[in-house]
């Protein structure tokens, strides 16, 4: 459990206060025991912890490089939030007979976008990957916009796609660091987390008196304890490539290897570094109180190593209440070794509080009401519905 805070005030037009939540031990201090990495054949390679985004292990991390059918994670993931997986998907010519894997779809033939982004991701269909794009997208060439779009979304910087499958051309790139993000992303989101973990899948065959089935390439799902994704990928430029996941304890992790003749294994030695010597560590409650009339709107919590935790700071920035924020009266900015590496919103207590749906990144709301009366509560929704103060 987190010990309660003290605080120290001072005023100005915005009220910035230091929480004195740092556990001692020098803020600048470089460790000198960190674990040594395994070693790689990946010609690049990274390691994330999925809930906070820090990378753990990068070796030429942000090198731009072919990533073959890596590419369909990104198409999975926008295909998701901007597609109705319920809606028909048609074939069209320039989808049927797509070079390269296959699901070996039917020129015309029409399936839910739900069991084409299974044959997208267990089975890598280019066939797939193709009719996704037209009807997400209007044309291939929309659909890669909207992927383009998510790229500056996520702030990367060694990533531009130039189609949605994967295969070689020019201006086709990313990096195992910016894979990684993308990974960490969509592994949020519900939807896609259930369909890269899934061994196998059965779908309608309109062309056949049996259905399709498709076994997953990811061997990882069989050969790692605890594996639940994600990707297979291989092109004569690209050679091997490789993105998995792994959840232990509460905490996931992803590899990103980029042309490793030994992915199945390197993967397996990463994860295990990752799993032993940076657990994930709640550093803020969701709900927990501050000052006793605020209270956190969200958690925090990251991936630590041995002597990290001593050397996190937090520090609350307060400003004054205005009628149409809600109950919102500031943040909380957590920093390891002086870089910041979160923030967590804080509320009056009962606040109406606005929280992502982590099926489309929508906001919903909840109530945080954290030892606050009912009747706090009341009020703070009455006054959001008609804008009081």
């Given at each position: 459990m987190i010990k309660r805070s003290i605080f120290r005030f001072s005023f100005t037009g915005m009220m910035v206060i230091s929480l004195l939540l740092t556990a001692g031990s020098s803020v600048g201090a470089v460790e000198n025991n960190k674990p040594r990495p395994p070693s790689m054949n990946a010609r690049a390679a990274s390691l994330?912890?999925?809930?906070?985004?820090?990378?753990?292990?990068?070796?030429?991390?942000?090198?731009?490089?072919?990533?073959?059918?890596?590419?369909?994670?990104?198409?999975?993931?926008?295909?998701?939030e901007h597609g109705k997986l319920d809606e028909m998907v048609s074939v069209s010519k320039n989808a049927y007979r797509k070079e390269g894997s296959s699901i070996y779809l039917e020129l015309g033939e029409e399936m839910t976008l739900e069991n084409m982004l299974y044959g997208l991701m267990l089975r890598s269909g280019n066939d797939a990957a193709t009719a996704i794009a037209e009807h997400v997208g209007g044309s291939e060439e929309g659909f890669v916009h909207l992927m383009n779009e998510k790229v500056k979304m996520l702030g990367l910087k060694h990533t531009q796609f130039r189609?949605?499958?994967?295969?070689?051309?020019?201006?086709?790139?990313?990096?195992?660091?910016?894979?990684?993000?993308?990974?960490?992303?969509?592994?949020?989101?519900?939807?896609?987390?259930?369909?890269?973990?899934?061994?196998?899948?059965?779908?309608?065959?309109?062309?056949?008196?049996?259905?399709?089935?498709?076994?997953?390439?990811?061997?990882?799902?069989?050969?790692?304890?605890?594996?639940?994704?994600?990707?297979?990928?291989?092109?004569?430029?690209?050679?091997?490539?490789?993105?998995?996941?792994?959840?232990?304890?509460?905490?996931?992790?992803?590899?990103?290897?980029?042309?490793?003749?030994?992915?199945?294994?390197?993967?397996?030695?990463?994860?295990?570094?990752?799993?032993?010597?940076?657990?994930?560590?709640?550093?803020?409650?969701?709900?927990?109180?501050?000052?006793?009339?605020?209270?956190?709107?969200?958690?925090?919590?990251?991936?630590?190593?041995?002597?990290?935790?001593?050397?996190?700071?937090?520090?609350?920035?307060?400003?004054?209440?205005?009628?149409?924020?809600?109950?919102?009266?500031?943040?909380?900015?957590?920093?390891?070794?002086?870089?910041?590496?979160?923030?967590?919103?804080?509320?009056?207590?009962?606040?109406?509080?606005?929280?992502?749906?982590p099926a489309r990144g929508k906001p919903t709301s909840r109530f945080v009401i954290a030892r606050g009366s009912l009747g706090n509560a009341f009020t703070a929704v009455i006054r959001s519905l008609f804008f009081v103060d």
């Amino acid at each position: 459990m987190i010990k309660r805070s003290i605080f120290r005030f001072s005023f100005t037009g915005m009220m910035v206060i230091s929480l004195l939540l740092t556990a001692g031990s020098s803020v600048g201090a470089v460790e000198n025991n960190k674990p040594r990495p395994p070693s790689m054949n990946a010609r690049a390679a990274s390691l994330i912890d999925v809930k906070s985004g820090r990378i753990l292990y990068s070796h030429h991390g942000d090198v731009e490089m072919p990533v073959a059918s890596l590419t369909k994670i990104m198409t999975a993931i926008v295909a998701i939030e901007h597609g109705k997986l319920d809606e028909m998907v048609s074939v069209s010519k320039n989808a049927y007979r797509k070079e390269g894997s296959s699901i070996y779809l039917e020129l015309g033939e029409e399936m839910t976008l739900e069991n084409m982004l299974y044959g997208l991701m267990l089975r890598s269909g280019n066939d797939a990957a193709t009719a996704i794009a037209e009807h997400v997208g209007g044309s291939e060439e929309g659909f890669v916009h909207l992927m383009n779009e998510k790229v500056k979304m996520l702030g990367l910087k060694h990533t531009q796609f130039r189609n949605p499958h994967g295969l070689d051309a020019k201006g086709h790139y990313s990096s195992a660091n910016d894979l990684a993000v993308i990974t960490a992303y969509s592994l949020q989101n519900p939807v896609f987390k259930e369909i890269v973990k899934t061994p196998s899948k059965k779908a309608p065959n309109p062309n056949n008196p049996w259905d399709y089935k498709w076994d997953n390439k990811n061997k990882m799902l069989r050969l790692y304890e605890g594996a639940d994704g994600v990707k297979t990928g291989y092109t004569k430029t690209a050679r091997r490539c490789l993105v998995s996941s792994a959840s232990r304890a509460g905490q996931q992790l992803a590899v990103v290897t980029l042309n490793d003749g030994d992915d199945w294994n390197d993967h397996a030695k990463l994860l295990d570094y990752g799993f032993a010597y940076y657990p994930l560590k709640e550093i803020i409650e969701e709900g927990q109180p501050v000052q006793n009339e605020f209270v956190t709107g969200s958690g925090f919590s990251y991936a630590l190593a041995s002597g990290e935790f001593e050397r996190i700071q937090r520090k609350l920035f307060l400003k004054n209440a205005r009628a149409n924020d809600f109950g919102y009266r500031g943040q909380i900015i957590i920093s390891l070794d002086g870089r910041q590496i979160g923030r967590v919103p804080i509320y009056e207590k009962g606040s109406f509080i606005p929280s992502p749906d982590p099926a489309r990144g929508k906001p919903t709301s909840r109530f945080v009401i954290a030892r606050g009366s009912l009747g706090n509560a009341f009020t703070a929704v009455i006054r959001s519905l008609f804008f009081v103060d």
